[in-house]
């Protein structure tokens, strides 16, 4: 079994690198903003399970609180560089910054060094209303149409499988035993994988037109969000 789960990890620990790898082949066709933010994302997330893989628990846990703070940031960045609704894109920008300073609070007052299961709850509550914003405006936009052949609906389709994923997963970790953390491992793993494919189909796919001018724009006013 231990043989078992560490080469399940070892899968999820490289499967990090295939969006990484897939740049490097479709390097002219991903030019955008967020693909770059999802290509960061990737790296960090490779280099932080590497380390988390030989670290103490100490050292784990500062390493999984960063974690939580870097991956949020990560994928509020990503949804809203693809909204173009003003209200929805305005959320994103007064939440995050008290989600941070929730995250850097728990981090500081923890005394027992365990992973913040509070934190990622509150982050997967946030990213999953995040990502139904991008599909409930995507519904209603009228312009739209086969909305799968957008390479950002495979990007966010993977993001929102894998909150919802893993949600349950680390809102009880902390009161798991070891050997219910590495016998439930596995959720997380799965949906590890499953999103680092989505991320690589988008990579792979050719970027519309008119996606590409919403993104131009959302980076032009990503510190100074549209007046209404």
Known sequence: M?????????????????????FSLFLLRNKQLDIRVILFYCLYSFINDFLILRFSPNQRFVLLSLFT???????????YLNLTNNFFRKFILIISPFFIAFSIFQF?????HNIDSLSIT???ILII???????????????TTL??????????????IYATGTFFFFMQSKEMSDEEWNKWLIINII?????????????TMKKKVHGQNNLNRSAENLLTPNKP
């Open 147 to 160: 909305v799968y052949s957008f390479y950002t609906f495979w990007i966010i389709v993977g993001i929102l």
């Open 129 to 143: 209303i995040y990502c139904l914003l991008y599909f409930f405006e995507k519904i209603n936009d009228p312009a």
């Open 69 to 79: 703070v870097i991956e949020y940031s990560a994928f509020a960045l990503v949804i």
């Open 2 to 22: 231990f043989i078992i789960r560490a080469l399940l990890q070892n899968i999820t620990l490289y499967s990090h690198l295939i969006p990484l790898f897939l």
């Open 191 to 203: 949906f590890t994988i499953i999103k680092n494919l989505f991320f690589s189909i988008a990579i």
């Open 108 to 112: 500081l007052r923890s005394e027992d």
């Open 122 to 124: 509150v982050e997967y």
